[in-house]
């Protein structure tokens, strides 16, 4: 069964940083797309970030140059470094594992940025 467990998440003000972290468990970490995804009250859940296996990442626009994404395949956890964060990233951020037609979420993680 495969579990994720997501870390770092809290209270930042506007231009604050914060990292968030989400370690696997139950699968062939290396062998998935590792993804964090956000979801604000009365939203969609969207993608913000994902690394492919193979390193390349994808990253919305709204954080492009201020998110930066990383996996460490001997720790099997992937990590989402936030900078100059916004009042508009405020949001539940979920860790997301596909592997195939598995597709895993974790509980989700609040971040809330004040202005």
């Known amino acids: 069964q495969v579990q994720l467990v997501e870390s770092g998440g809290g209270l930042v003000q506007a231009g604050g940083s914060l990292r968030l972290s989400c370690r696997a468990s139950?699968?062939?970490?290396?062998?998935?797309?590792m993804g964090w995804y956000r979801q604000a009250p009365g939203k969609q859940r969207d993608l913000v970030a994902r690394?492919?296996?193979?390193?390349?990442?994808n990253y919305a626009d709204s954080v492009k140059g201020r998110f930066t994404l990383s996996r460490d395949n001997a720790k099997n956890t992937v990590y989402l470094q936030m900078n100059s964060l916004k009042p508009e990233d405020t949001a539940v951020y979920y860790c997301?594992?596909?592997?195939?037609?598995?597709?895993?979420w974790g509980q989700g993680t609040q971040v809330t940025v004040s202005s």
């Open positions: 997301n594992a596909l592997r195939g037609w598995t597709n895993n």
């Open positions: 139950g699968t062939i970490f290396r062998a998935n797309t």
């Open positions: 690394i492919f296996s193979g390193g390349s990442t």
